[in-house]
Structures are given as structure tokens and as C-alpha cells.
Nanobody, 123 residues
Framework: VQLQASGGGLAQPGGSLTLSCAASGFTLDHYDIGWFRQAPGQLRGPVSCISNRDDITFYTDSVKGRFTISGDTAKNTAYLQMNSLTPDDTAVYYC?????????????????WGQGTLVTVSS
């Protein structure tokens, strides 16, 4: 069982990046999937999650209207499209298996973590 995150890198303010989270060893579509991030000196916190089971899509307030979470069943991969990036989005981003309903109600935890991918937004 593995979650492989990729797609991080350097982006300019106002730019875009798309993060990918490829699952292996299990079918991603059977689980709630989401993204957390940890900025330097800060605690890790949720960014977005999606639950097909509960028909829930969650975004933390600071990314609403800029980030979009999605999944590709055929590729067994989840994505986080990030637009209008700001320096405040600089962080290590982690994909995770979680309970999206719980996360949307403030629970800051996941059931299984992938490794992180670093996003740096700077001019």
C-alpha cells in the first residue's frame, strides 16, 4: 500500500501547479482522499479532501476558489490543481487517506499518509 505524491516545485506568485497522488496496492476510489500541508514552523493542517461515499468536497478557507481536488479512477490517482498561488501556499504537501467528513468538521488527522512534495511560491 503506497501513496506517491509528486508535482511540487517552484512557482511564481499568481502561478499554478498540479499535485498528483498515485495510489498502489489499493483502489483509491474506495476511500476518502485528501491533501494536507505543513509550512515552515507551522503545524500540518488539512487543505482539501473529497469523499465519493459521502458526496463531500472540502477546502480550507484560504484555498477556496483557487484549488481544486479531483481523481482519475482509471489512473488510480488524485490531483490537487492549485491556481493563483501566493507565498503563503509555500509548504510541504501530503496526500492522505482520511475521513473527509471528520476533516471537514475540524479533525486534523489521517488514516494513512503519503510522503510529501514541496511547493515553493516565490518570485
Amino acid at each position: 500500500v503506497q501513496l506517491q505524491a509528486s508535482g511540487g516545485g517552484l512557482a511564481q506568485p499568481g502561478g499554478s501547479l498540479t499535485l498528483s497522488c498515485a495510489a498502489s496496492g489499493f483502489t483509491l476510489d474506495h476511500y476518502d482522499i485528501g491533501w494536507f500541508r505543513q509550512a515552515p514552523g507551522q503545524l500540518r493542517g488539512p487543505v482539501s479532501c473529497i469523499s465519493n461515499r459521502d458526496d463531500i468536497t472540502f477546502y480550507t478557507d484560504s484555498v477556496k476558489g483557487r484549488f481544486t481536488i479531483s481523481g482519475d479512477t482509471a489512473k488510480n490517482t488524485a490531483y490537487l490543481q492549485m491556481n493563483s498561488l501566493t507565498p503563503d501556499d509555500t509548504a510541504v504537501y501530503y496526500c492522505a487517506i482520511l475521513d473527509c467528513r471528520a476533516v471537514s468538521h475540524g479533525v486534523n488527522q489521517a488514516n494513512y499518509w503519503g510522503q510529501g512534495t514541496l511547493v515553493t511560491v516565490s518570485s
